[in-house]
């Protein structure tokens, strides 16, 4: 059982930064792969970054490629998304999800979710 708490959304003007955190509760947190989605009003949930469980790789969606970085501590057991350059697309509410493995851009991949953190980008 992993438990997942996102934080660090917020209101930005477009062109601001973020910085997203998802702590897990898990002590076996090291062997998941993790990854953040997004979900805009009326859209359904959509990829947007994923991790290994030893940090060594990382995938991006097509459309958040240079403005986007994942990361994740070990020892502090976090989940980090760093999103630059925002634009006024990029709100939605954020998600976080534990993975066992699989097709790590489809949400099935995944089994455990945080409550999601809402990012809202203002023009």
């Known amino acids: 059982q992993v438990q997942l708490v996102e934080s660090g959304g917020g209101l930005v003007q477009a062109g601001g930064s973020l910085r997203l955190s998802c702590a897990a509760s898990?002590?076996?947190?090291?062997?998941?792969?993790m990854g953040w989605f997004r979900q805009a009003p009326g859209k359904e949930r959509a990829f947007v970054a994923a991790i290994t469980w030893d940090g060594a790789r990382t995938y991006y969606a097509d459309s958040v490629k240079g403005r986007i970085t994942i990361s994740r501590d070990m020892v502090q057991k976090t989940l980090y998304l760093q999103i630059n350059m925002l634009k006024p697309e990029d709100t939605a509410v954020y998600y976080c999800g534990a993975s066992f493995g699989g097709t790590l851009s489809q949400y099935s991949a995944y089994q455990y979710w945080g409550q999601g953190t809402q990012v809202t980008v203002s023009s």
């Open positions: 898990a002590r076996t947190f090291s062997t998941y792969t």
